[in-house]
């Protein structure tokens, strides 16, 4: 059967998301779609810090809460893993001070705090939530997909059996070029920038970033990758030396026009 490209479009998670099925079942591929927005909806529910019923506005407002979802769990110990690993540049409690201790159990949440808190998941919950959405499509038998939020890529396989995905890495200071082009199966990739009217906070200072003005980072899952992108923008350094430990790949771009890669990232480049 020949393959068909279903593509769709939502306001989620406060920006734009794309997914595109490649799929010879219309029928299949229209229901996969739908269940996928449906989980990055149900993500978005439970962490967003701008919502009063999720489960961050209630940990923020109460300081602890009970039976969580496993999905904040797991989304709040890789938070921790990452704030540790980067010595605090990571920080989804950037804005309290001092940094309390959290706890987190899987039947329990809490954070030793005598003030006012506030956890924020802008630097990771959008990858989770694109990883969940595509477990849901695997889940419902979709062999090829992209989901792109806001950034935040991840695809399934490539784009046929010839063709890998392409992404373009756009140009921080012009908007319509791109820096390079890069080849992904079954990889995720993000970018995150101090360009425009995005704003980056390194947590230890408490003083917006300036200087560099991207970093993308290819991983195997669209979590670290967003995480990892955030941090990178953060401290370049530190960045860096984790993208390295864990074997991914990075392409940081200064103000200077100076440019920074892993070893790795060119054999991605087109």
């Known amino acids: 059967m020949r393959e068909l490209i279903i593509e769709r479009k939502e306001i989620l998670l406060g920006t ?25 909806r149900r993500i978005e529910e ?30 709040l110990r890789k938070s921790e893993e990452y704030f540790e690993i980067s010595d605090g540049a ?33 630097g990771i919950a ?28 991840r695809v399934l396989d490539g784009k046929s059996d010839k063709h890998l995905w392409t992404i373009g890495i756009r140009d921080p200071t012009r908007k319509e070029s791109f820096t390079t082009m890069i080849k992904l ?23 917006l970033i300036k200087d560099p003005v991207s970093a993308t980072v290819i991983a195997d899952k669209a979590i670290d990758a967003d995480t990892l992108s955030t941090l990178s923008i953060i401290s370049p350094e530190i960045g ?15 103000q200077s026009g100076k440019i920074l890669k892993t070893s790795g990232f060119k054999g991605y480049e087109v």
């Open 16 to 40: 734009n998301v794309t997914i595109k099925v490649i799929e010879p079942d219309l029928e299949r591929a229209i229901e996969a779609i739908k269940s996928a927005f449906n989980e990055i």
């Open 46 to 75: 439970i962490m967003s810090e701008f919502r009063g019923d999720s489960e961050v506005s209630i940990l923020n407002h109460a300081k602890f809460i009970k039976n969580p979802s496993k999905d904040l769990v797991y989304v």
């Open 90 to 122: 990571f920080d989804i409690m950037a804005s309290t001070k001092p940094r309390p201790r959290m706890t987190i159990k899987d039947d329990e949440i809490r954070v030793n705090c005598s003030s006012k808190i506030n956890i924020s998941l802008g």
């Open 126 to 153: 959008k990858g989770y939530a694109v990883d969940r959405a595509i477990e849901v499509l695997q889940g419902l038998g979709i062999r090829r997909a992209l989901i792109d939020a806001g950034g935040d890529i």
């Open 185 to 207: 199966f079954d990889k995720s990739v993000a970018t995150s920038g101090t360009y425009g009217k995005t704003k980056i906070i390194d947590p230890r200072t408490g003083e």
């Open 240 to 254: 860096l030396r984790i993208v390295k430990r864990l074997g991914f790949e990075a392409l940081i771009i200064y």
